[in-house]
């Protein structure tokens, strides 16, 4: 039978995660749960299952060997394993011969688990389709080959230097001019820059604008791993070079061969793994856990930081001569706060992905939601405003404008940057306790009447003041007219 949704086996004997998991999971899947092997097993046979998430220590049976038999059973099934009490030895087990597509660390997030299944669904769906069309056109290796070309070409275009979303002569110009005048230039390249800048993305338009595009394009995250795993990933290994490992595995590096090899977070790896990194610039070899003969790549690295690594070499954490090598070239960019004149476009085709992904069509957003976007300084950068314009479109009505309301407090709240510098009770400059005073009540009425969508009376009740009272203090510090805009404004959204 066909399903509305997606299904999800959940597997732990612990009763209460299995519910978590399935509150979690309800609204969007159709959630199966069983407490023991045996259990998952007969739904297997029964349903339709489409992704199966295995705790990994139950009584009797491990959720590695539980999952090693689904694979073998239901190999079409995403495996994924959650556990809080994993060992190395655990997970290379889970990966090799549970063929899991995802490891899942306890305590989990519910936006982390609800992305992962999300993708994991993604990938069951493109499988299938690679399965189907498998069968109906007999591919053979012509066709393959222009299959992959056709997708290289679909991530040049997508990647394309031009296509960074950007205003006309702002300040990321710079570093776009900077990453063209690169490309195709094989000298390592250092992205720096604060967290969710875009350095990934930056490191990918890298690859495919240069002629190294029809060749792999691989990314790691350094800070994510411990040393150990860390060089299994990158380096590979030889079947039997440790307790679990029961077959050849190969690095990431010489995955990558011909191709760019993006390390993120390049300044949190340890001394002891910044020499084995030094080895493979120096001599563009690597040498596989259990080996001894090393192996010839020819990779391009781009690494990125949001460290200062000069300081960070001056400290005496990061090898001078590792730093040497990577630092070909630098491309450093700026923050959000840094290019706010984009912060329109980035908002624009953030809602615009969303109301693609859900069906929906909201009109742009409020004369007052664009200014709190504007006005807010960013720490979290881009990521951070994705985030913010997913929670509002997801809290907004369809068919309706993103409403300032439904921003999280410490965007709605913002002030510009010249008005906070003027706020003497939070710079600190010299003031009557009157003048700062006011200054804050200013802001608190504004933010007030912004939240509760200039509905005086809602505001006065609030605030513990009259109406009379709040009409007085709006007039007192030039309120008045903003209402009145606004209240126009909401009429209006702004078509960014």
């Known amino acids: 039978m066909l399903q509305e949704k997606p299904s999800v086996l959940v597997v732990d004997d612990d009763m209460k995660s299995v519910e978590t998991i399935k509150r979690t999971l309800k609204r969007h899947y159709q959630v199966f749960t069983a407490t023991s092997a045996e259990d998952a097993e007969e739904i297997l046979r029964a349903e339709y299952i489409q992704v199966v998430i295995s705790d990994h220590r139950m009584p009797g049976e491990t959720g590695v060997e539980l999952l090693v038999r689904v694979k073998e059973k239901w190999p079409e099934v995403i495996r994924m394993l959650i556990s809080g009490y994993s060992s190395l030895e655990d997970t290379i087990s889970g990966i090799n011969d549970a063929g899991i597509y995802q490891y899942i660390e306890k305590p989990w997030q519910p936006e982390q688990l609800l992305m992962v299944v999300q993708n994991a669904i ?60 690169v490309t195709n230039y094989d000298m390592p390249i250092l992205i720096t820059g604060k967290s969710g800048t875009g350095k990934e993305l930056f490191a990918r338009a890298l690859h495919y604008n240069s002629h190294r595009a029809n060749k792999p394009f691989l990314a790691e995250n350094c800070g994510a791993l411990p040393d150990q795993l860390l060089e299994s990933e990158l380096f590979g290994y030889k ?3 440790f307790t679990g490992a029961y077959m050849d595995h190969v690095g990431l590096i010489e995955q990558a061969n ?54 960070e070499v001056k400290a005496g954490r990061f090898r001078e001569d590792l730093y040497y090598r990577l630092v070909g070239y630098v491309i450093n960019l700026p923050s959000l706060n840094e290019r ?20 929906r069509d909201n009109h742009g957003f409020t004369e007052e939601t664009m200014k709190c976007l504007m006005d807010y300084r960013w720490p979290g950068n881009i990521r951070e405003l994705q985030n913010e314009i997913g929670r509002t479109f997801m809290l907004t009505p369809a068919n309706e404008p993103l409403r300032a309301e439904f921003l999280t407090p410490r965007v709605l709240q913002a002030v510009p940057e010249e008005m906070e510098m003027e706020m003497n009770w939070i710079s ?3 003031g009557s306790l009157k003048d700062k005073v006011a200054q804050l009540e200013e802001k608190i009425i504004r933010e007030s009447l912004i939240r509760l969508r200039w509905n005086k009376t809602k505001v006065a009740e609030e605030l513990g003041l009259s109406r009379v009272g709040l009409r007085q203090k709006m007039e007192r510090f030039g309120i008045e ?12 959204a702004i078509a960014v």
Do not use: H, M, W
Not at 267 to 290: C, D, M, N, T, Y
Not at 481 to 492: C, F, P, R
């Open 258 to 311: 011909g191709g760019t090899l993006f390390l993120d977070e390049i300044g949190e790896v340890s001394p002891a793994f910044q020499v084995k990194l030094l080895r493979v610039l120096q001599e563009g070899e690597i040498r596989p856990v259990g080996q001894s003969k090393p192996r010839k790549v020819n990779i391009r690295i781009v690494a990125a930081t949001n460290r200062n690594l000069e300081e």
């Open 428 to 430: 600190g400059v010299n």
């Open 122 to 181: 993604e990938l069951y769906e493109l499988q299938r389709e690679n399965r189907l069309l498998s069968v109906e056109l007999k591919v053979a290796p012509t066709l393959l080959e222009k299959e992959n070309e056709s997708k290289r070409e679909e991530l040049t275009q997508v990647y394309s230097c031009d296509d960074i979303i950007r205003s006309t002569g702002g300040v990321l110009d710079k570093a776009i001019d900077k990453l063209c005048q």
């Open 340 to 359: 706010k004149e984009d912060i329109p476009l980035l908002a624009k085709s953030y809602l615009e992905q969303l109301c693609q992904q859900y069906g």
């Open 239 to 241: 079947k039997g070079a």
């Open 481 to 492: 007219e903003t209402a009145k805009a606004s209240v126009k404004g909401k009429q209006e």
